[in-house]
């Protein structure tokens, strides 16, 4: 048994069919081919599936399909500028700048985190970001230069916002 | 036109941008035409006899194509797993190697063991089909630690490794050792464990395998540190597939920490399958799945004792270790708890004897194989809290012993009693260095200001080196290695002056994208921007040993910095053909070949296009072309080391200990992105704090059942944990690797844990503690405190 659900997926409107008990990650990256959303554990604790559901950071792995109905959902593949550039967002930019990656594996997720955490907080301290980002693991980077991105990425949406 | 980026610049990485807008290409990643889906079954016992299996209502299930056991791995002949390094006791008996093969045959020996393979149209049916297998186990007792496994009483994992001991080794003048304790002036004992750690690279492992009937040719995608490695041990040895016709590939992969460099099981079966059921096969392990099968780390139960003078000069080392190898012999194994860490006791001491005995031992867990640093962050662990143990019973204060007894720079090459000999280093200078950014004269005002919020504060330090560059091939054969460990690279010149590199080594976060582009625009003088670097795939780059023990700029960067030699030969051959000029007056220099002494020159991309368009070439002396390769083999390790100072703050009340500063002084030799060691530094840090702090893989004795089974049980750290850390590097230069580098990989691994529990020791010190084992987590600490019946809360 199938159920059909439509919702906004990157600014794009978009239905599927999807079995009830399909998960929000897999949905992503099996039927809709938006790899960028990762899978690392499976127990809700590694974060590398979170993406914006209403504007609000979830993870996508313990999250059922039919809850998009309606909703506007954001991944990863919807951040950057214009389609097919290699213009980013400014969160993104920082990131690089600041060597806020590795391997790359969990930097999706916690870009998404990121960026929630700027939006709902646009003054963040350096604990603001530790504690805002418990919920996302990453093994590679020590965790130092992904709180200075988010902080430098926070400064750069303020300062776009203000223009 | 780009820039030329030369070593030591820090460009931002060529890499990122796919990272970073979700178009990275990971294993699980990938879709193949037709593909299935591959689930596998594992014991959830720690020790038991396997009856039967009666595979009939799960190939009954929708979906189900295939149900693959250890007999259709013995009906099609099929080889077990190698293992890559054999050593032998000091009598020169060779260790005990019992078979490991692909399915468990007649007994499942660990909680993971894999017991069936069942293949199906999608996950959900294969895994409908899995929960229908009937498996008749006869459960016997599990042994999981290692002073347990050696009783004469112990279950037995293998009729012929009695006492499950599967080499009794030693290194060292254990008759000089003996002599120096009886001269002894104070002898320092401690009894400590290296907890069991698990990998958790980001990436869960993943592997897809294809069979192109058409072409007799096998492919796997994997997540892997060594695609070559992995083509040579699979094929040529397990499942007997000519090298030409298996292609192995790891693209991105999420992270590897040495959980990934290993031959695993997963990849054979997988690949078998794709050939029996004429479909590609795809697994993608879950997060839990890999705790019980990604290769574990450490585990290891030591006694150690150092002899001193009466001014606290180090005599003699002795030390005697029980190390975990788990249910088998993985990839490299033995070789771990042996040859990478006893060499290592010396650390940065002039100590002259020492004697290290190892049991390598067989238990009913997970196989324990290489995790980040591999038996360096053991030796040093031990060493450096045995220091302080010794500093404190014979009331020196700890950096002073460690200068006392400190190689000077001068003294440098400097040969230890354990075989290695290191070539350069200065471990006072970066003890200096760390001395001073981690303000140490500054930390009674801090300790007071703890003190008077009722906290402890405690200092750590540990002062260490490393062997890197794994490995030279000629030492490594000496000692036990079944394979060369040299590197390779291509480089190609495309006929426009753009670059092309196919190298050996594989990236999996370390940067290579980038540093390794630094290195060919530096040195053939091109915009970094037409630099690629092509790895991880078997049928693009030549071979390759792949990405461990900080050995790809050392060993890689070698092999490319002598392919871009051979370069710029062959260009100067070219460029005194077309400037009419002898070959020995052509000077090549910031792109430019040019004939000394005039103005005469041409750019490398003329070069290049000429080396294509052989038009009035000498053919007969000079081929057309620009493309070198280049395998480089070291002549000897390399010794990165440096000094780490940690900083503590204990709450008596629930014995949580939090970070609040950490110092690293690193000696790295040359460093080629500055940025990128950085990051090397701090991730390494906080692996090593990790151990200190948080992890522990914890198995239920009896049972063999792994408790802490997932990331709910298993304390990974994260970004709230820690400060902000200060790290910096004091190098001094390699002298036998081309660009002076040492690796910087493991480095903060093998400092930090024994830093932080330094500082944990030196924070309960006046509470008479002396040891604390890891991880000193709050109801350890708690416990401690309890124990100590001594007044816990400050007034």
Do not use: F, K, R, Y
């Given at each position: 048994m199938t159920v059909q659900i439509s919702f906004t997926l990157n600014g794009r409107p978009t239905t599927v069919e999807v079995e009830p008990a399909t998960l929000v990650a897999e949905l992503l990256r099996e039927q809709l081919n938006l790899t960028g959303t990762h899978i690392g554990c499976d127990t809700s604790q590694c974060g590398a599936c979170v993406v914006h559901l209403n504007g609000l950071p979830v993870k996508s792995c313990t999250l059922l399909a039919p809850a998009l109905d309606g909703a506007p959902l954001l991944t990863i593949?919807?951040?950057?500028?214009?389609?097919?550039?290699n213009q980013m967002h400014p969160m993104q930019e920082a990131f690089r700048e600041h060597h806020g990656l590795q391997c790359g594996f969990c930097t999706p997720g916690m870009l998404m985190t990121a960026i929630a955490l700027a939006t709902e907080k646009p003054d963040l301290t350096e604990a603001d970001v530790r504690h805002g980002l418990e919920g996302n693991i990453c093994r590679c980077t020590g965790y130092q230069n992904i709180v200075v991105s988010v902080m430098a990425g926070a400064a750069a949406m303020n300062a776009a916002k203000g223009e | 036109m780009g820039e030329v980026i030369g070593i030591g610049a820090a460009p931002k990485r060529k890499e990122d941008q796919r990272f970073l807008t979700g178009r990275g290409n990971y294993v699980s990643d990938i879709k193949r035409p037709g593909m299935t889906a591959g689930v596998f079954v594992r014991s959830p016992h720690g020790h038991a006899v396997l009856r039967g299996i009666d595979k009939s209502a799960a190939l009954a299930s929708p979906g189900v194509m295939a149900v693959l056991t250890g007999d259709d791995v013995k009906a099609d002949g099929l080889g077990g797993l190698p293992c890559g390094w054999g050593i032998s006791d000091a009598k020169g008996v060779p260790m005990k190697e019992p078979p490991f093969p692909m399915l468990a045959q007649g007994k499942v020996r660990f909680v993971g063991d894999m017991v069936a393979f069942v293949i199906a149209e999608t996950p959900e049916q294969a895994n409908a089909g899995a929960e229908l297998l009937n498996i008749d186990y006869e459960v016997l007792p599990s042994v999981v630690g290692v002073l347990e496994a050696v009783r004469p009483d112990a279950p037995q994992l293998f009729d012929d490794v009695p006492n499950n001991i599967c080499c009794d080794w030693e290194l060292g003048d254990k008759a000089a050792v003996e002599t120096a304790f009886k001269k002894a002036a104070h002898v320092a004992k401690l009894s400590l464990v290296n907890n069991r750690l698990i990998g958790n690279p980001m990436e869960p492992r993943a592997a897809i395998a294809e069979y192109e009937p058409g072409t007799d040719r096998f492919t796997l995608w994997t997540t892997s540190q060594f695609p070559h490695v992995v083509r040579f041990l699979m094929g040529a040895l397990v499942l007997n597939i000519p090298q030409h016709k298996l292609r192995v590939v790891a693209p991105d992969v999420g992270g590897g920490f040495g959980v990934k460099q290993f031959h695993y099981g997963e990849e054979a079966v997988i690949t078998w399958a794709a050939k029996r059921v004429h479909r590609p096969v795809k697994w993608v392990a879950s997060r839990s799945e890999g705790y019980v099968s990604d290769r574990h780390g450490r585990d290891h139960v030591t006694e150690a004792e150092l002899a001193l003078d009466e001014n606290g000069k180090f005599l003699a080392f002795r030390v005697n270790t029980l190390a975990n190898m788990g249910g088998y012999l993985s990839t490299f194994g033995p070789n771990i708890p042996t040859n990478l860490y006893a060499p290592l006791l010396g650390g940065v001491y002039t100590t002259p004897a020492i004697y290290c005995n190892v049991k390598v031992v067989f238990t009913n867990t997970v196989p324990v194989d290489a995790y980040r640093g591999a038996g360096r962050p053991e030796a040093t662990f031990v060493l450096e809290r045995m220091v302080d143990v010794a500093a404190s019973e014979m009331g020196i204060d700890r950096v002073e012993i460690r200068r006392r007894n400190m190689i000077p720079k001068e003294a440098y090459p400097y040969q230890t009693p354990v075989l290695v000999q290191y070539d350069s280093g200065d471990p006072m200078g970066c003890l200096d260095g760390a001395l001073v950014t981690a303000d140490v004269k500054n930390f009674g005002v801090r300790k007071a200001a703890s003190a008077s919020k009722g906290k402890f504060r405690g200092l750590g330090y540990s002062t260490y080196v490393e062997a890197c560059g794994l490995a030279p091939s000629r030492f490594a054969g000496r000692l036990g290695a079944r394979g060369g460990l040299y590197e390779s690279a291509t480089v190609r010149v495309h006929p426009t002056g753009q670059v092309t590199v196919m190298i050996g080594t594989h990236n999996h976060g370390q940067g290579h994208e980038t540093t390794f582009a630094q290195i060919v625009s530096d040195k053939l003088g091109v915009a970094f921007e037409n630099v690629d670097i092509v790895f991880g795939d078997t049928d693009r780059v030549q071979f390759g040993m792949g990405t461990y023990g900080s050995r790809s700029l050392v060993v890689g960067g070698a092999a490319l910095s002598k392919a871009t030699d051979k370069v710029i030969a062959k260009g100067k051959k070219i460029a005194s053909h077309l400037l009419e000029?002898?070959?020995?007056?052509i000077q090549f220099e910031s792109g430019k070949f040019s004939v000394a002494g005039t103005d005469r020159m041409k750019t490398f991309e003329e070069i290049a296009g000429a080396a294509y368009v052989p038009h009035n070439y000498p053919l007969e002396v000079l081929e057309p072309g620009l493309e070198e390769q280049a395998y480089y083999d070291p002549v000897n390790f390399t010794y990165p080391g440096g000094c780490h100072i940690a900083e503590v703050e204990v709450d008596p009340e629930t014995g949580t200990v939090t970070l609040v500063n950490y110092t690293a002084v690193d000696d790295?030799?040359?460093?080629?992105?500055p940025m990128i060691v950085e990051g090397q530094l701090h991730g390494g840090i906080v692996q090593g704090v990790g151990q200190a702090l948080f992890e522990n893989a914890v198995y239920d004795e009896g049972s063999g059942q792994l408790l802490s089974g997932s990331l709910m049980d298993y304390c990974m750290p994260r970004a709230d944990h820690l400060p902000m850390m200060k790290v910096a590097t004091h190098s001094t230069l390699c002298t036998h690797t081309p660009m002076g580098v040492k690796g910087c990989g493991e480095v903060g691994t093998i400092g930090s844990p024994a830093a932080v529990i330094n500082a944990v020791v030196d924070a309960l010190s006046h509470l008479g503690v002396t040891h604390v084992d890891m991880p000193a987590t709050p109801n350890r600490i708690w416990r401690l405190l309890q124990n100590a019946s001594l007044p816990v809360a400050a007034e």
């Open positions: 593949e919807g951040l950057q500028g214009a389609p097919g550039s | 000029a002898a070959e020995v007056d790295v030799g040359t460093v080629i992105n």
